[in-house]
């Protein structure tokens, strides 16, 4: 029984920009529903007072101190850049006002 | 702006951001200077390029930290970055490295002064992230970028939403400012950006307890903007409401120029975020003898300073915010040490500070660090005085060279001469000098002409250049006088 629709799909492509074709979204919305389900019986173990994982190493606390180190040459940067002039990287406008 | 329509409040929260004052970014190396080259500093880290790997830099989880203690926050003990996501291109990775539920501080207040009532406005959450890049947009189909920004250390600091006026909020941003700018997290420069204000503003009638529409306000760098801000919004909201109009949740922008907020096209990458824990980096953890070093090592906090001035040493609210709302905590300090070493009256010494001593401060630029007067010697030059060893008006000389030589006023007063003529063995020439060089003036007192006593006087202390015991003076012009 499917859980995700194919719109959902679409929204989620949109959000990680992808630009999927229809063969493609339909054979996703299979994929993803497949894993669901699976999640979803991975939810009927007991969990009780077992606290969640947001890690899987068990580590904590791994600072840097606060020393500035050099930069990167901005030229080998800027060289990889699809656009690039003078100092700066070029893209296209977006305009948020 | 006054309004018609009196029975609506205003209810805002505020989002504060500041960037955290350290040497460099906050998972990487680069440097945190403001106004580089575009593009200086930057690396692998800071530009996302695959492969590289984030390392927390501690001075900026101790600024949160610090900043949750001064904020009467709770900490918790065991705290996780997330990563945000969304594509802009200010965000090199195209997501951002913030803290979403478990955040480092959570549930603290900061007591806020206006108008001479205490103000308690909590605080729901102060958080770690990193700051983005910054767009120029210069010509019409292209930004420029310029990725210095991207990953210098950003706190985010949000209040509940117990915020009732445009005063309000900018009294809130003062204090907040303040207490950041003293235990040194922020350096406080709105006008560079490091502390930005977003307040987030509803109105809903008088009496109501639900929230209405919130509208969130971008660009306000100044405290006269967050206020005209503010106070322009709650005003077109009332006005929109009284004309039946529904108000829609949106961002919207501040314009300087026009004084007015107008929508944000904020793109319909809406608030999707999908925030899911950082693998990269993992939990910071906290114990109680690393939190209670650092609360140890707080200073003292403006409000509490305050309740010290006016309670215990009965300065006025406004003696007191001369002292203490400063940049520079330095000035306050000074006045304690200074109070500590006279042992006397708080409030000469609070005189002392507020003509003389901000006289020239202010007028050096605030420059803490040029002061070379110390608190000892105010305390030593005001000792001289009460014992009258030097008059009011040879102190505010003795003030000014100590300011400008750091010298103790004993040394100012024998190299300069200016110890008080106090035998009447050497003030009787001089006394009796003035005497007889103003016959008339002696006759018309004689008479009953008593205003013309303090004419003597003045005399008196322009011959000695201000160095004779005003007291002695008088006791002695009047026995002469007297005959």
Redesign the interface.
């Known amino acids: 029984m499917p859980r995700l629709s194919i719109e959902e799909v679409e929204h989620v492509a949109w959000l990680a920009r992808l630009r999927l074709s229809e063969a493609e979204k339909q054979r996703l919305t299979g994929d993803l529903n497949t894993i669901l389900a699976h999640f979803e019986r991975l939810q009927q173990l007991d969990t009780t007072g077992v606290e969640g994982t947001s890690h899987a190493v068990p580590m904590s606390n791994r600072y840097r101190d606060d020393e500035p180190r050099p930069s990167l040459p901005r030229e080998e940067f800027l060289r990889e850049a699809p656009d690039a002039r003078d100092a700066f990287f070029v893209v296209p406008r977006i305009v948020e006002t | 702006m006054a309004t018609l329509f009196a029975k609506v409040e205003t209810v805002l929260g505020m989002e504060v951001h500041a960037e955290l004052l ?3 970014k906050m998972f ?5 200077q403001f106004g580089a ?8 880290v800071c ?1 996302g ?1 695959p492969g590289s790997l984030p ?7 101790e600024h949160v930290l610090r900043t949750a203690l001064a904020l009467n926050c709770r900490i918790n003990w ?1 705290s ?1 970055f997330h990563r945000k ?1 969304y ?3 200010d965000l090199p990775k195209a997501y951002q490295i913030s803290q979403y539920d478990v955040p480092i501080g959570v549930d603290g207040y900061l007591d806020v002064r206006l108008d001479g009532e205490v103000k308690r406005i909590r605080i729901r959450r102060v958080h770690l992230e990193e700051d983005t890049g910054k767009l ?2 210069i ?9 210095n920004r991207s990953g210098v250390p950003l706190m985010e600091v949000v209040s509940e939403p117990d915020i009732y006026s445009a005063e309000e909020a900018r009294a809130y941003l003062r204090a907040l400012r303040l207490v950041l700018v003293w235990i040194g997290a922020s350096d406080g420069k709105m006008e560079q950006g490091s502390l930005r204000c977003e307040p987030n503003i509803s109105i809903r009638p008088a009496g109501t307890t639900e929230l209405g529409t919130k509208v969130e306000l971008k660009n306000l760098n100044s405290f006269q903007s967050v206020y005209q801000g503010v106070a322009y919004e709650v005003e077109r909201q009332t006005q929109a409401l009284a004309r039946g109009e529904e108000l829609v949740q949106e961002t919207r ?1 501040w314009d300087e120029e026009r004084l007015i907020t107008a929508p ?4 319909e990458y809406a608030h ?1 975020y ?1 925030y899911f ?1 950082e ?1 990269d ?5 906290f114990d109680a003898p690393w939190i209670e070093r650092l609360r140890a090592g707080l200073p003292e906090l403006p409000e509490a300073r305050y309740a010290r001035y006016v309670r215990d040493y009965g300065l006025s609210e406004y003696e007191a915010s001369l002292l203490i709302e400063r940049d520079q905590p330095q000035v306050s300090d000074f006045f304690d040490a200074a109070l500590r070493a006279y042992g006397g009256d708080p409030k000469r010494v609070s005189n002392w500070m507020q003509s003389d001593f901000l006289r020239l401060f202010n007028a050096a630029g605030e420059d803490w660090p040029a002061v070379k007067v110390r608190p000892e010697h105010l305390a030593a030059m005001l000792k001289l005085q009460d014992k009258g060893q030097i008059s009011g008006k040879i102190a505010k000389e003795v003030f000014e060279v100590m300011w400008t030589t750091g010298k103790p006023p004993e040394q100012i007063v024998q190299e300069r001469g200016l110890q008080v003529i106090g035998t009447e063995e050497d003030l009787a020439p001089i006394i009796d000098q003035v005497l007889a060089q103003h016959p008339a003036v002696v006759e018309s007192i004689r008479k009953g002409e008593e205003g013309k006593f303090n004419f003597l006087v003045g005399q008196v202390m322009r011959a000695t250049r201000g160095k004779a015991d005003p007291g002695l003076v008088n006791r002695m012009l009047r026995e002469r006088i007297a005959g």
């Open positions: 350290t040497q460099s990487c190396g680069c440097s945190t080259p575009p593009n200086s500093q930057c690396c692998p530009l390029l390392v927390p830099n501690r001075a900026a989880v065991r996780i996501n594509f802009y291109p120029f947009h010509e019409a189909a292209t930004s420029f970028v310029d990725y922008r944000m096209r904020t793109k999707d999908r824990p693998p980096l993992v939990p910071l953890e």
